[in-house]
């Protein structure tokens, strides 16, 4: 059974720090994207980062480079991404996908049900 879990969001104030982290089951395949959306209140779903699982290939987007880092630890099954300099407009529902490729978020064929990221003073 495919199964994709996240944890690791909670509350930060404007400038801190968190690791999420996504525990990844059930794929068979050997070459496949693991990536991190999220989605605020009233906007679109946002790509964030991506990583190949196979040979460590990342993506940003450009608001989160420099600022994020994605990371893989394939023997335990564990994709993290590590948020620094954190502000308010990261604030979001963050989801951990599955895919094929680094596409949009119809490419991605699951998805976990999310955590809570909230950026406040």
């Known amino acids: 059974q495919v199964q994709l879990v996240e944890s690791g969001g909670g509350l930060v104030q404007p400038g801190g720090s968190l690791r999420l982290s996504c525990a990844e089951s059930?794929?068979?395949?050997?070459?496949?994207?693991i990536g991190w959306f999220r989605q605020a209140p009233g906007k679109e779903r946002e790509r964030v980062s991506c990583?190949?699982?196979?040979?460590?290939?990342?993506y940003y987007a450009d608001s989160m480079r420099g600022r994020f880092t994605i990371s893989r630890d394939n023997a335990k099954g564990m994709v993290y991404l590590q948020m620094n300099s954190l502000k308010p407009e990261d604030t979001a529902v963050y989801y951990c996908?599955?895919?094929?490729?680094?596409?949009?978020?119809?490419?991605?064929?699951?998805w976990g049900q999310g955590t809570q990221v909230i950026v406040s003073s």
């Open positions: 996908v599955w895919g094929h490729y680094c596409g949009d978020s119809e490419d991605f064929a699951s």
């Open positions: 990583i190949n699982k196979s040979d460590g290939t990342t």
């Open positions: 059930g794929f068979t395949l050997d070459y496949y994207v």
